[in-house]
Nanobody, 124 residues
Framework: VQLQASGGGLVQAGGSLGLSCAYS????????MGWFRQAPEKEREFVAT????????DYADSVKGRFTITRDNAKNTVYLQMNSLKPEDTAVYYC??????????????????WGQGTLVTVSS
């Protein structure tokens, strides 16, 4: 299993950015997927998670109403649309796959596979 995150970059505060995470392997639809982020000198934190069929979603309070997680099982890809970005959203964003999950989870310990991360920088 390989996860390849992309779409990071530099954006001004208030702007938007879309991240993608491509899954290489079989049975993408059997994985709960999540996005996490790690800001400089901070611990990695939960951002969003989505169930296998996309029917259940959860967000960190800090991104609710601004970020949207979706998935396309036909394309083996999970997305994170980020709107109204703030400087505090600056971080390396990681996608992750939970092989045995049934419901979306914010616990990073539940995830079995991780992408390499993509840097998002929001300027003020």
């Amino acid at each position: 299993v390989q996860l390849q995150a992309s779409g990071g970059g530099l954006v001004q505060a208030g702007g938007s950015l879309g991240l993608s995470c491509a899954y290489s392997g079989r049975t993408f639809s059997s994985y709960v997927m999540g996005w996490f982020r790690q800001a400089p000198e901070k611990e990695r934190e939960f951002v969003a998670t989505i169930s296998r069929n996309g029917g259940a979603i959860d967000y960190a309070d800090s991104v609710k109403g601004r970020f949207t997680i979706t998935r396309d099982n036909a394309k083996n890809t999970v997305y994170l649309q980020m709107n109204s970005l703030k400087p505090e959203d600056t971080a390396v964003y990681y996608c992750a796959a939970d092989r045995y999950g049934v419901t979306p989870t914010a616990d990073e310990n539940d995830y079995d596979y991780w992408g390499q991360g993509t840097l998002v920088t929001v300027s003020s």
